[in-house]
Nanobody, 121 residues
């Protein structure tokens, strides 16, 4: 079994900062790309940022310059530093990882349970 557990969400005022964390655990052989997605009420889930095992990053245009994704391969963890938060960043944030589980024939996509980020004054 493989689990992704997120933490760090909460309520913050516009212009504030939050740091999300996600740790993968279980029977893991290897982790390829990791990333963060978000879903606001009534909207489709959208990509926020991704990072490869070697550290190459990709960001949605709406968060470039404000959010920073990073990872710690030794801890099987990925992080999202969110600065200058705006009300439109309000959403449930989901961690995603491309993981080769022990005993599996190939990599597979795994998701966390989600953590709520609310930006409001």
């Amino acid at each position: 079994q493989v689990q992704l557990v997120e933490s760090g969400g909460g309520l913050v005022q516009p212009g504030g900062s939050l740091r999300l964390s996600c740790a993968a655990s279980g029977r893991i052989f290897s982790i390829n790309a990791m990333g963060w997605y978000r879903q606001a009420p009534g909207k489709q889930r959208e990509l926020v940022a991704t990072i490869t095992r070697l550290g190459s990053t990709n960001y949605a245009d709406s968060v470039k310059g404000r959010f920073t994704i990073s990872r710690d391969n030794a801890k099987n963890s990925v992080y999202l530093q969110m600065n200058s938060l705006k009300p439109e960043d309000t959403a449930a944030y989901y961690c995603n990882a491309n993981i080769w589980r022990l005993g599996a024939p190939d990599y597979g996509d795994y998701w966390g349970q989600g953590t709520q980020v609310s930006v409001s004054s």
